[in-house]
């Protein structure tokens, strides 16, 4: 049971661990650039920033190392970054065995298609976990040790919420996996795709006209910052999240077992 | 030619067979790799699968795997209509599967693509294979040789102990003696019961080991037939260095087809008696002599006919490369038919 799931988890340990280093050692600098900013007038930094650029980035309370961090981090790298970097990793998930041929000797395997292909995704819980569940206590501990305190249970929160919207990157990632013959066909579709919902959704969220656009976007429905701040979250966003996602693998399995390989 | 409709009545009586291919056809747009093909292969039996780079062999392959979907037509591996994934998915740990692209993952040690094989589909004979063919397992298969890829890939096709073995082109990249150590193996495995199906575009693999040959062209089977048949009708590649009067002499020789002088020779395919060859080739001041198997195309060339437009590789990618007319050099070191 699971050997594909767990052959495919192993060899994305390595990557894993390199990921969480950096996420990891980002989040200290930002950590560390918050003692150095103590005492800046941020009301005057930023009032000549539009308002949509200010929403996009989530920028609010960042006298506050709960602000600081949702604006500076959480909205840069959970939001944009990880959010890409789940994309483009599904991206490659079959296609990149597709485009080598390593798919004659999966497929000849006593498995069936739909179950390969979930179990190939299953492998990305990996580093979708290990950046949460490490990143997380770093962050706590980068934020103790300069004095500062954050509410444990918010920032579990906000590391729980991140799961549902990196799953749908990655759903939307398997979708160009399953539909490419080659791996940087897939990765680069996927990450586009990714981050013109994202930027889409910033920039239509003033129009009022248009603002149902917004709603296609994966990154509507995670909010990380007000997480941080005091704890809210809408669960409808996050139920919208895995319906999404369940949909995207439900379309890359169709996809999948009626293609020539 | 085959009479297709004794062949599809063939294959009606041994529906039980292994393997049975029954109007297989593959269309890639307007590409038709594979037409109509039709066989049976026995339990038990070597059957070789042979046709010219581009012939539709992988196609064909890659159908009987259920990774490409029949155009029209269909084939049942060990019972199993490839058409249906259920069906073929629960066949397929009696199967043994050898890709023409070998490819496990660069970063990976052969040992963990075994043990991840072997986890699904049963690892009974790794260790005895592991004695025969010798791949570094130790080392990242990014590391490996082509001929080391070739006999990882060897020991994962058989370490399940399956029915039916089904190879795309399983000897190139493998040294001559690996290669014979192969056939070796290959005809033990055909005495303990396995039924062996594999291709190649070398002729002299097939006569070696196989008990019976399809031969494909242009994504059709043209032929079916026994070693024997197939031996007596390849013919021999030969290659001369002679002065002029040699050169002219020989040309005059019965049974000799196509022949093409270059600089200080003369090539051609030999279909008469050897000994008579050999008798002429004595009376006369020869520099150098090479005698060995013509490229299957040649064989094709001599007794179907040239068809340019058949003569189009189709159906298959680039990833072939063989001994092509006038290098006979790969099939010359001491199969039956050499000298």
Redesign the interface.
């Known amino acids: 049971m699971f050997e594909t799931a767990r052959y495919e988890a192993r060899r994305k340990i390595r990557g894993t661990l390199i990921l969480t280093a950096g996420v990891g050692a980002y989040a200290g600098f930002i950590v560390w650039y918050f003692t150095v900013l103590e005492g800046v007038d941020y009301e005057d930094v930023f009032a000549d920033l539009p308002p949509a650029m200010l929403e996009a980035f989530g920028i609010e309370n960042l006298s506050t190392i709960e602000g600081f961090l949702g604006a500076q981090l959480f909205s840069f790298v959970w939001l944009l970054g990880l959010g890409l970097y789940f994309a483009y990793v599904a991206g490659g998930t079959v296609a990149g065995d597709i485009e080598t041929g390593r798919i004659d000797l999966l497929v000849s395997l006593p498995v069936a298609r739909s179950r390969l292909l979930v179990e190939k995704f299953a492998a990305l819980f990996v580093p979708m976990l290990a950046v949460n569940v490490l990143g997380g206590p770093i962050i706590y501990v980068f934020v103790v040790a300069i004095g500062e305190s954050i509410p444990a249970s918010h920032l579990a929160l906000t590391h729980l919420l991140s799961i549902p919207f990196f799953l749908v990157c990655g759903g939307i990632g398997l979708v160009f996996s399953v539909a490419a013959n080659r791996a940087t066909v897939a990765e680069r579709g996927a990450v586009a795709t990714v981050f013109v919902l994202y930027l889409v959704e910033s920039v239509v969220g003033g129009a009022d006209e248009y603002d149902w656009i917004q709603y296609l976007s994966p990154t509507q429905y995670y909010d990380p910052t007000p997480t941080l701040i005091d704890g809210s979250f809408d669960p409808i966003d996050s139920a919208i999240l895995l319906v999404a996602f369940a949909g995207l693998i439900l379309l890359s399995v169709a996809a999948f077992e009626r293609r020539d390989l | 030619m085959v009479d297709d409709r004794i062949t599809t009545a063939d294959n009606r009586i041994d529906g039980d067979a292994p393997l049975v291919v029954d109007g297989l056809t593959k269309e890639f747009g307007s590409i038709v790799a594979n037409d109509d093909v039709s066989f049976a292969v026995q339990e038990g039996e070597i059957f070789g699968f042979l046709g010219p780079n581009g012939a539709g062999k992988s196609t064909t392959i890659?159908l009987l795997?259920?990774?490409?979907?029949p155009t029209a037509g269909t084939a049942r591996v060990l019972g199993a209509d490839v058409r249906d994934?259920?069906a073929l998915?629960?066949?397929?740990?009696r199967?043994g599967?050898l890709?023409s692209?070998?490819?496990?993952?660069e970063?990976?040690t052969g040992e963990?693509v075994l043990?991840?094989?072997g986890?699904?589909?049963g690892e009974a004979r790794r260790a005895e294979l592991l004695e025969l063919f010798t791949p570094p397992i130790e080392r990242p298969v990014r590391e490996y040789s082509t001929g080391n890829e070739r006999m990882l890939g060897l020991v994962?096709a058989f370490m399940h102990d399956p029915d039916l073995v089904i190879m795309d082109e399983p000897t190139s990249g493998l040294d001559p003696l690996k290669q014979e150590r192969f056939n070796a193996f290959v005809r033990r495995e055909r005495d303990r019961g396995t039924t062996i199906f594999f291709s190649s575009h070398v002729l002299s693999e097939v006569r070696r080991v196989c008990d019976r040959v399809g031969i494909l062209r242009s994504g059709s089977l043209v032929e079916l037939e026994n070693v024997d048949t197939l031996l007596h009708r390849g013919g021999k590649h030969v290659r001369v260095h002679a002065d002029d009067a040699a050169l002219t002499g020989l040309t005059a020789l019965d049974g000799i087809v196509d022949p093409e002088r270059f600089a200080e020779g003369i090539q051609f395919v030999y279909v008469g008696d050897t000994n008579d060859l050999l008798r002429k080739l004595a009376a006369y001041d020869v520099r150098d002599v090479e005698i060995g198997e013509p490229a299957i195309e040649d064989v094709f060339a001599h007794y179907y006919g040239r068809n340019p437009e058949l003569d189009d590789a189709h159906g298959e990618g680039g990833g072939e490369t063989g001994a092509g007319p006038g290098s006979p050099s790969q099939d010359s070191d001491g199969g039956p038919g050499g000298v």
């Open positions: 890659r795997l259920g990774l490409l979907r994934e259920d998915t629960a066949a397929k740990s199967i599967y890709p692209t070998l490819r496990f993952g970063e990976v963990a043990n991840y094989h986890a699904i589909k994962q």
